[in-house]
């Protein structure tokens, strides 16, 4: 509980997020006087530690919920941060002293995050801490590489990166610390393995930045070049600093207009409309109604564009900000918040990045996330701006980045449901068939898609309807002009080269679905590979509760997760009353392609029988016995004969 509150220091926790983030999803029976305890327990340890520690601290009933109010400098998270914002501060002028200060940040780190504590919320605030200590690391390589030390921070870098392999900016600082070093060929050695694990992670290839760097020294023309600056996160969230202000700020020159570094025109972050929008007119149209409506009294509109990767939510939210930009004529704000990556955009460096497009100079930001995002909100009131956030990891990322009038308008994609958001949610589904034909006829063109006409719809039928999919085979065929549509329908036909084969280059549907897979926690990746191996994309929850080898309620917990990740819709009710499950086409393919390397050989063989037996159930009445041929394996004979009779037996009382 106390991790919980410190995380929002100097903010008020709501109860019902106090018990999520401490409990999860199995709170106990009275978990409100358990919290009440937790409460009163936590009051008398704050009591102590201000006789031992000094300083102010104490917890306060606020709003329905709790804040810890403290001095910041009390937490490390914040000196740290405090650090690190003054090394860069002094960089160009005097890196010695930045690396003393970065060397001193990087000592506040000991062990683990919140080591020993379980749950979910803890296991994702550690993700998005690691990277901010990375990242201070590889800030510090750059600066001890350009005094000509590389040799110091080559072990160090190693080390890091050993338990870090797809942190690129420490990739990049590790080959140019051995390149400087005089060790070229290890250089060389070391991103051949960070690309290929890469490649084995995340199905992509690395960053545009460690392809210059290697292109650069396989040309030779790596110079021992100055700093170049921060690498890694600016800084964590949460609370303000002392006072507020950054503890290196300077006074503008003498003469100097602060008002002059406003921007001579609105801000415009939006990226180029580029994309198909075909089949999405009437999501585009519900949104622009939304984020325009006047309400009463004014509220700021807020429109969620929601679903599972490769839907096409950002082409979306772009195209109607564009079309936006004359009704927010202050300006468009634009920022891609990495949600479904495993190190997300942190809010407080997403509000930086908002306060210089906004006018603000570096040196006037604010280092907490409270003192920007009061400034934030500040310079928004009463002005017709549109924020887009694309890409939002969940809520707690989203909510600073609300502006806090009714006058601007935000537009948010994302693969969760963000259920506990205000806001208006559209979800995305797949294509309509006509809609994904003519997206493909016009990438292709009409002509090559007409003369063919049973080979595009079939093409549309393996792509799932997914924009994505679709995209990614009109863009191989426009590639290969010389092939016929119905050449690419038949290398799709294959389930186990569909996945790979819809690939071109940096538009990959693996790569897009690998994103959501590896956001999810272990036991959701375990049902969502077994499922992957039934065979059939339409399954009941009693059919989970086989495969999974567990009892009711544990089956639905872990199958709510996968639905709150977008992998997984709900089909429907069956006429017994368990409910029905729907996974798309293409993410049970790739469902299946992860089992098959991550699952034993055993498993999956235990798996695909009972994907068979449940294959027949569904077309069969109780009491009849399925014609299916039993795999000789040990076993298999057991685990369907058992799997049946409680089929048999659910569904018989399930008729009554």
């Not at 941060?81 to 090394?87: I, S």
């Not at 009061?374 to 890409?391: F, I, K, M, P, T």
Request: hydrophobic share 40%; aromatic share 4%; with cysteine.
């Amino acid at each position: 509980m106390l991790a919980v509150l410190l995380a929002d220091l100097g903010r008020p926790v709501p109860q019902d997020l106090l018990i999520d983030r401490v409990w999860g999803g199995s709170p106990p029976a009275e978990v409100r006087n358990a919290l009440y305890t937790y409460v009163t327990r936590l009051r008398r340890i704050l009591v102590c530690t201000r006789q031992v520690e000094g300083g102010k601290v104490e917890l306060v009933r606020q709003r329905g919920g709790y804040l810890l109010d403290a001095d910041p400098t009390l937490l490390d998270l914040n000196r740290h941060r405090c650090l690190a914002e003054r090394a860069r501060a002094v960089a160009d002028n005097n890196p010695e002293q930045a690396c003393h200060l970065l060397r001193q940040a990087a000592d506040l780190w000991r062990g683990e995050p919140l080591a020993g504590l379980p749950g979910d919320w803890v296991a994702r605030v550690r993700e998005r801490l690691v990277p901010q200590r990375l990242g201070v690391l590889a800030e510090r390589a750059d600066l001890e590489i350009g005094l000509g030390r590389a040799d110091r921070v080559i072990d160090e870098l190693q080390e890091a990166l050993a338990e870090n392999e797809l942190f690129e900016p420490l990739s990049c600082q590790l080959i140019r610390a051995l390149w400087h070093a005089g060790r070229g060929a290890e250089a060389l050695e070391c991103y051949a393995r960070v690309r290929r694990r890469i490649a084995d992670e995340l199905g992509v290839e690395p960053g545009a930045r460690l392809r210059r760097l290697h292109e650069a020294i396989l040309r030779g023309t790596l110079e021992a070049a100055a700093p170049a600056g921060p690498v890694g996160p600016a800084a964590p969230a949460g609370p303000a600093a002392p006072a507020g202000s950054r503890p290196d700020a300077v006074e503008p020159p003498e003469g100097d207009d602060p008002q002059a570094a406003q921007p001579p025109r609105p801000p415009c972050l939006l990226p180029a409309a580029v994309g198909d929008l075909t089949g999405r007119d009437e999501e585009a149209e519900l949104l622009c109604q939304r984020l325009t409506a006047a309400g009463s009294p004014p509220s700021m509109p807020v429109a969620a564009v929601l679903g599972m990767g490769g839907l096409g939510k950002t082409v979306l939210a772009v195209h109607v900000a564009h079309r936006l930009r004359e009704h927010f004529d202050d300006g468009q704000l634009y920022v891609d918040l990495h949600g479904q990556q495993r190190s997300p955009v942190d809010p407080s460096d997403a509000l930086a990045r908002f306060l210089r497009a906004l006018g603000v100079a570096d040196s006037e930001i604010p280092l907490g996330l409270d003192a920007r995002a009061e400034l934030y909100r500040s310079l928004l009131a009463d002005r017709r701006v549109l924020v887009v956030l694309d890409g939002a990891a969940d809520e707690s990322q989203i909510e600073p980045l609300l502006p806090g009038s009714g006058s601007c308008g935000v537009l948010i994609t994302s693969r969760a449901r963000l259920a506990a958001l205000p806001c208006t949610r559209l979800h995305l589904n797949v294509l309509e068939v006509g809609s994904a034909i003519r997206m493909l006829a016009r990438i292709v063109g009409d002509d090559r898609a007409l003369a063919d006409p049973v080979a595009a719809r079939e093409l549309v039928r393996l792509c799932g309807y997914l924009p994505l999919a679709v995209r990614v085979a009109a863009a191989r065929l426009v590639a290969h002009p010389h092939w016929k549509i119905s050449g690419l329908v038949s290398r799709l036909v294959d389930e186990r080269r569909r996945i790979a084969e819809l690939r071109h280059g940096a538009l990959e549907v693996r790569g897009s679905f690998d994103l959501s897979y590896q956001r999810i926690d272990p036991q959701a990746r375990q049902l969502l590979r077994r499922l992957g191996l039934l065979g059939c994309s339409v399954f009941s929850s009693r059919v989970v509760e086989q495969v999974l080898g567990t009892d009711r309620q544990t089956a639905e917990g872990i199958l709510d997760r996968l639905i709150d990740a977008q992998m997984l819709d709900i089909a429907g009710t069956g006429p017994a009353g368990d409910v029905w499950f729907r996974l798309h086409e293409l993410v049970r393919i790739h469902a299946r392609d992860r089992a098959e390397h991550e699952e034993s050989g055993q498993e999956v063989r235990r798996i695909t029988a009972l994907g068979q037996l449940f294959g027949q159930q569904s077309e069969q009445q109780p009491g009849d016995r399925p014609a299916v041929n039993v795999p000789a394996q040990a076993g298999a004979a057991e685990h369907w004969d058992t799997a049946w009779k409680k089929w048999e037996a659910e569904a018989s009382v399930g008729s009554h």
